[in-house]
């Protein structure tokens, strides 16, 4: 079928369209699921790859470190905390009359230094990957070579001929103009109408030019990528087909690995884990995914979460159309309040590449989001942004689900109760605190209405 197929013949086939298209929260869990160790021969990239980055992210590490005070404690590494979240996992259980089974963890990414998302990952090792063979190029740098030597007005003046562009919601434009900015990149963000002011701010105030346009995500990234084209000399970052991008978030996975073995936390068929990953073009939560199905094979189960008004990947995978279907496409509208999350049009390499490998998808209105937000904070003290807040409500649509997919992947109830829940905490603490305040006072309003 295609976009041209008329609408009751898409719902026949596709009844979850019904739900979706009148915003009301789904889940949808993955009849093609495959074994990791097929499915993975799907991505285009390998272990080799992804180990690869892993080193040239240590290479940079003395750079770093020298640059960005704040990666000091953790040698130059941009890595974040794992915390446990038991007072949440307990209110969140008995709400929805749950036992409390297994354990919720928050993979912090809210608190990684330099750009306080997870953009950290991906978007700053893309500016490093592409600083880094200009050097080797341009016999700045050679191999063996202490990375610091790029703080140096010399290393600044090189990176001076060329630029970086990128079209981002936010945050993907905030790690990469804050790193190209300070490597000596002349950096371009090219920002949608949805993003928020303070953003721009600190962009400016870097050094970055910000192009502003009153439409949505799409359109800025093309005009930037078009301006890009016209000029040899500038790298434009790619959200939605980068491989760099890609690699950077999948180093994510060897990281946890180490951070899981610390806590005494095991991973196999009898102890899965799963991991509910807030999902934009894709890259993100599709490089992290990718990563974990590599170290932790079948015992690992994926599960994206998207706004109620954004479901852009849900909508592609599920209708098997990608990228050549937007949510505009179905009537909606692809607006919410969760930064980087609000993207119309999935990434079709991620939804192409990762269609047998994630366990399912599942939708959260904006008011769950901020409801959660202040749940999290009442609970456990952390102060995390509406999107990042995306992955939390997982563990309960995998725990309810009557779709026959924890019978069909021997999900019992003894593994459940040995599971580790881990959500993916995208991004929070560069929010300024008025603006934090005005979310939780709105998440505490509608939890006090509950
Ligand atoms: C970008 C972003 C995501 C999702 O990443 P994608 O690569 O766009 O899918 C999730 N949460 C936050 C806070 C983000 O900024």
């Not at 086939?13 to 160790?37: D, I, K, M, V, Y």
């Not at 893309?126 to 016999?139: N, T, Y």
Request: charged share 20%; proline share 5%; net charge negative.
């Amino acid at each position: 079928m295609t976009l041209d197929t008329p609408l009751d013949q898409w719902l026949h086939s596709h009844p979850l369209l019904g739900q979706l298209t009148r915003l009301e929260p789904l889940s949808w869990f993955n009849p093609a699921l495959a074994p990791t160790a097929q499915a993975l021969g799907d991505v285009p990239l390998t272990r080799a790859d992804v180990d690869d980055a892993s080193a040239r992210l240590d290479r940079f590490a003395s750079y770093l470190r020298a640059v960005f005070p704040e990666t000091e404690a953790s040698a130059g590494i941009i890595e974040s905390p794992l915390l446990p979240l038991p007072h949440l996992h307990a209110a969140l259980c008995a709400e929805a009359n749950l036992p409390v089974q297994g354990a919720l963890w928050l993979k912090a990414d809210n608190l990684l230094p330099i750009s306080g998302s997870i953009k950290a990952r991906g978007g700053i090792y893309e500016v490093l990957k592409h600083a880094e063979d200009l050097a080797l190029a341009g016999g700045l740098l050679t191999p063996g070579m202490a990375y610091s030597t790029l703080d140096s007005d010399a290393a600044r003046a090189f990176f001076g001929q060329y630029s970086i562009a990128v079209g981002s919601t936010g945050n993907l434009g905030l790690s990469i103009g804050i790193m190209s900015a300070r490597l000596g990149f002349k950096a371009t963000v090219h920002m949608s109408a949805d993003a928020r002011q303070w953003k721009k701010d600190r962009l400016r105030a870097c050094g970055v030019e910000v192009i502003e346009y009153a439409s949505d995500y799409s359109v800025a990234v093309e005009q930037g990528r078009q301006q890009a084209e016209a000029d040899p000399r500038c790298h434009f970052v790619d959200d939605e087909n980068s491989l760099n991008l890609f690699l950077g978030y999948a180093v994510a996975a060897r990281r946890l690995q180490r951070q899981l073995q610390a806590a005494d936390i095991r991973v196999d068929a009898e102890h899965p884990l799963f991991v509910y990953l807030p999902c934009g073009v894709g890259g993100g939560p599709g490089g992290v995914a990718f990563g974990l199905k590599q170290r932790f094979g079948d015992a690992v189960h994926c599960v994206f979460a998207e706004p109620t008004h954004s479901p852009c990947m849900l909508l592609g995978v599920y209708t098997g159309l990608h990228d050549a279907v937007s949510v505009y496409d179905v009537g909606i509208d692809n607006r919410t309040a969760a930064d980087g999350l609000a993207v119309g049009r999935p990434s079709g390499f991620v939804g192409r590449s990762l269609q047998r490998l994630i366990d399912g998808y599942y939708t959260v209105s904006d008011a769950q989001l901020f409801r959660l937000l202040a749940q999290m904070e009442a609970t456990e003290g952390y102060r995390l942004e509406p999107s990042a807040m995306a992955g939390l409500p997982g563990f309960v649509q995998v725990l309810q689900e009557q779709q026959g997919y924890r019978q069909r992947l021997g999900l019992n109830e003894q593994r459940l109760a040995n599971a580790t829940h881990l959500m993916w905490g995208t991004g929070g603490s560069m929010v300024p605190d008025e603006e934090m305040h005005a979310y939780l006072a709105q998440g505490r309003k509608l939890l006090a209405g509950h």
